[in-house]
């Protein structure tokens, strides 16, 4: 008896201190009731009770303190209003390797004659020469930037020399990468295992952190190296150098009692704090955009699942007030103050048709992108005929990411007079809404409920409109690939709805011609397979006997399993061609609620797999755990 009791209790012993940093910071019932039944149990060990009882005790008591330290993150106690976490502890950020020289055989040429350069110099060089192929490097506003920056890098001498981009000659820089990178993926089973050895101890050694217990996966904790700056579309600043991040350069946050990250050899941190409401774990600011960065939790981390939640909650919220905020824009449509109708005018768009409110910046700084707030004279054309319908207003202009977007949308009659009162005596430059800034409009949001932003309005619509569609596309009878399309379908509305656009992928044509290659393939399987059961047929009518039905039964099975892979193979050619300009993962992973797709899949026995990848499935394992097959957003 002894003997069976002292190993249970060193069961116990093992799982209380393994465990012991996790007590005091995620107490639960099941903790109390299992502490409980360990103080019950060691009254009957004391006084030699009897031994089913102790055994049965502290079972229940292992079993209880077992299920409290497997809790599911999501349910684990939350920290006070603004604290993000008690306890962080990481190894900073991992800074870009070193520059290599080149090698002494590979030249930069100037004016037809090689030329040595210094270090700084050559590491800039070298950003233009890997490009060398690329558009970019032809466009003018690229090559002044590029030129200017690599001025600067360079040696007085190296400066008063090299005066002219065109006369420098780097295509045997362009052509060593070239032949580096060929080599590179020409690489032995064994020298890449041995690099992919390397990457994952890295990964172990700075990819991870502590957390109030809990080691959680950091996102992107490799510093961004240095390049050159592209942009998108004809950003003013493409072509300008960005500097290597140094350590001084970084802010560390992580918590007073735990280890402070050493920084690299020879030098140290611009700051080290630790400020809890923030869940950031370093920062830094680049030297393009003065933008900071930031390096933060996996998206799979508890922070940020909890994030996400609290983020689409909001959305939810505002389905029960959005009738109240609707008929109150309606009527400042007609109000006196002139602010409050454009205001309200603003919020019908960013309502109706999910645009984003554009910030103010500086002119000649960034692209010329756009949002509500910012919208211009010129960007939209009033049409009171158009096609059939009326009071149609044509939006055309470039939004984030140099995205255009155009579309041509009937509005009320009311809204489209107060287009045209906003539109009087301004020239095509001046401001759609000159008596609104994204500040305004923002207060005002929150005025009318708290949390509330033109991004809660864009997720609300957005989910609303997958919930809607899903509703009505799916269907109980259709097998996986046509529920499938249908939620590809209901996606697509949504990516449509959020100007969700991409290019055309360059392989397009290829995919679908290998594609269309299957399809033809099958459908001569198809025809083989229908002869074969037409001469099944003749022969079973001929024999009548067992074998022959047999046989029989066997030609129709193929062809209901060709059959059912044509459909599939056709849906997916329908389902690319449909979605070759659309981008659908944007909205999956930023607007739509992931618990509509869980539900969605519970509901119509869709594996979650044919929804979210891996890498997703973790993102949003805080969605698959809390919802069932009844959630409606």
């Not at 774990?281 to 955009?289: D, F, R, V, Y």
Request: proline fraction near 4%; hydrophobic fraction near 35%; glycine fraction near 4%.
């Amino acid at each position: 008896m002894h003997a069976i009791c002292q190993q249970i209790r060193k069961m116990y012993l093992n799982l209380f201190v393994n465990n012991a940093n996790m007590l005091t910071l995620f107490p639960s019932p099941y903790l109390i009731i299992g502490l409980g039944f360990y103080t019950i149990s060691k009254y009957f060990f004391s006084n030699s009770l009897s031994v089913t009882v102790l055994i049965l005790l502290w079972k229940w008591s292992v079993i209880c303190i077992s299920s409290h330290f497997h809790l599911s993150r999501w349910e684990e106690r939350k920290c006070e209003d603004g604290v993000k976490w008690l306890q962080l502890q990481h190894k900073g950020p991992y800074f870009a390797p070193p520059y290599e020289r080149l090698p002494n055989c590979v030249k930069f040429y100037y004016n037809g004659k090689p030329m040595k350069l210094s270090p700084a110099a050559e590491e800039v060089a070298t950003f233009f020469a890997k490009m060398l192929k690329h558009e970019y490097t032809k466009k003018a506003v690229f090559r002044r930037n590029f030129f200017n920056d690599w001025t600067k890098e360079m040696t007085p001498g190296e400066r008063r020399k090299i005066t002219d981009l065109q006369k420098c000659d780097f295509r045997e820089i362009h052509q060593y990468f070239v032949e580096k990178s060929e080599a590179q993926k020409a690489l032995t089973k064994e020298e890449k295992k041995k690099l992919k050895a390397e990457a994952e101890r890295i990964q172990e050694e700075y990819g991870y952190c502590i957390i109030d217990g809990h080691r959680e996966k950091i996102g992107n904790f490799k510093t961004e190296p240095p390049g050159l700056f592209r942009g998108r579309g004809d950003h003013p600043k493409m072509g300008m150098l960005k500097k290597r991040i140094q350590p001084e350069d970084v802010i560390i946050n992580c918590s007073r009692d735990s280890k402070i990250p050493c920084p690299p050899r020879g030098h140290k941190w611009k700051e080290v704090r630790s400020d809890n409401t923030v869940t950031w774990l370093a920062s830094w600011m680049e030297n393009i955009q003065g933008a900071i960065k930031y390096v933060m939790l996996n998206p799979s981390s508890k922070l940020k699942g909890e994030k996400d939640w609290q983020k689409y909650e909001v959305a939810r919220h505002l389905k029960g007030v959005v009738k109240k905020i609707r008929t109150r824009y309606r009527a400042d449509w007609k109000s006196k103050d002139m602010k409050k109708r454009q205001i309200s005018v603003a919020l019908y768009f960013i309502d109706r048709l999910a645009l984003r409110a554009g910030n103010e910046k500086e002119k000649g700084e960034t692209a010329d992108t756009v949002g509500c707030c910012s919208l211009r004279v010129e960007h939209i054309t009033l049409h009171p005929r158009l096609g059939g319908k009326g009071n149609v207003v044509e939006f055309d202009f470039l939004g984030k990411d140099c995205i255009r977007y155009y579309n041509q949308v009937p509005v009320e009659k009311q809204v489209f007079k107060n287009l045209q009162l906003f539109m009087e005596n301004k020239d095509p430059r001046d401001c759609l809404f000159d008596r609104l800034s994204t500040t305004s409009l923002n207060k005002h949001l929150q005025d009318l409920m708290d949390g509330l932003t033109a991004k809660v309005f864009r997720t609300y619509n957005a989910s609303i409109t997958l919930q809607e569609q899903l509703d009505e596309l799916t269907k109980e009878k259709d097998s996986v690939a046509a529920k499938l399309l249908s939620y590809n379908r209901a996606n697509r509305a949504v990516a449509i709805l959020c100007n969700h656009q991409r290019a055309t992928p360059k392989t397009f044509e290829k995919s679908m011609k290998n594609l269309q290659a299957k399809i033809d393939c099958k459908i001569d399987q198809l025809q083989d397979a229908e002869k074969e059961l037409k001469r099944a047929q003749a022969e079973c009518r001929a024999k009548k006997d067992a074998k022959s039905k047999a046989a029989l039964e066997k030609k129709k099975q193929r062809i209901e399993k060709i059959e059912e892979q044509l459909a599939k193979l056709d849906m997916q050619a329908t389902d690319k061609e449909e979605n070759k300009q659309i981008a659908l993962g944007t909205s999956k992973l930023n607007y739509l609620d992931p618990r509509i797709s869980v539900a969605w899949c519970k509901r119509f026995d869709v594996p979650i797999e044919k929804i979210y990848n891996k890498t997703q499935r973790e993102k949003f394992a805080w969605a698959i755990a809390m919802a069932d097959e009844d959630f409606e957003f």
